[in-house]
């Protein structure tokens, strides 16, 4: 199937690293992106990874790309309640026409 | 600064009514997009555009109409609006690096 899965929910406190999975389907996807989402606004690309790459780093966040198990990970370091939002997973499909998005996961970052 | 522009940002309207919702982006993208999402839920693909004079049914059967008559600019329309219509309108355009999403339509149906 088309399907990107991600966790619905995590739960952090301010200060901690999070840790948001996804998995996704087509080995041969170019690229991988993660988007943000906060309430009532639309989504703000955070990073992406060309899939020649395993890791990407930029301040904050770490990308990891492990394209054997098609996995996708992002890492928030010293999460702050500023944080908390949706991140959606997503890939660039063969060919470059389609993105398929998942269907996010629900940062909470508690004080 | 948002290179994608979408108006109005929230609008409540009668059943029946026909409604525009307006995209208009400066970054010379050739792909854009419409998405319907629910609060907080997942993204629902309802049209794509590749280019002028170019559009897509998308993955989620819907009852609205897009057109392309210049690249900038990517307008859907509702005929007849219906509560079932109720939702957040999503536009974006692309290039491989990623999307740019405009700001969201919240539209009510009452």
């Known amino acids: 199937g088309e399907d990107v899965e991600q966790s619905l929910f995590l739960s952090v406190r301010e200060g901690d690293s999070s840790v948001i999975n996804c998995t996704y389907t087509?080995?041969?996807?170019?690229?991988l992106y993660w988007y943000k989402q906060e309430p009532g606004a639309g989504l703000q690309l955070l990073t992406y990874?060309?899939?020649?790459?395993d890791m990407k780093q930029d301040q904050r966040l770490t990308v990891l790309l492990n394209k054997k198990d098609k996995h996708l990970s992002l890492r928030i370091a010293d999460t702050q309640t500023g944080d908390s939002a949706i991140y959606f997973c997503?890939?660039?499909?063969?060919?470059?026409?389609?993105?398929?998005f998942g269907a996010g996961t629900r940062l909470f970052v508690k004080a | 600064e948002a290179d994608i522009y979408q108006t109005p940002r929230y609008l409540v309207i009668g059943t029946g009514k026909k409604i525009t919702l307006e995209c208009s982006q400066t970054?010379?993208?050739?792909?854009m997009y419409w998405y319907q999402q629910d609060p907080g839920m997942e993204l629902h693909l309802i049209h794509y555009?590749?280019?002028?004079?170019?559009?897509e049914k998308g993955d989620l059967s819907s009852e609205s109409t897009v057109s392309r008559i210049r690249t900038e600019h990517f307008p859907l329309t509702l005929e007849s609006a219906r509560p079932s219509h109720t939702s957040q309108y999503l536009c974006?355009?692309?290039?491989?690096?990623?999307?740019?999403f405009g700001s969201g339509t919240r539209l009510t149906v009452v």
């Open positions: 970054m010379g993208h050739d792909k």
């Open positions: 555009s590749y280019g002028v004079n170019s559009t």
């Open positions: 974006a355009s692309s290039e491989s690096s990623g999307y740019t």
């Open positions: 997503a890939e660039l499909k063969t060919g470059g026409f389609k993105t398929i």
């Open positions: 990874i060309f899939s020649n790459m």
């Open positions: 087509d080995s041969s996807s170019t690229y």
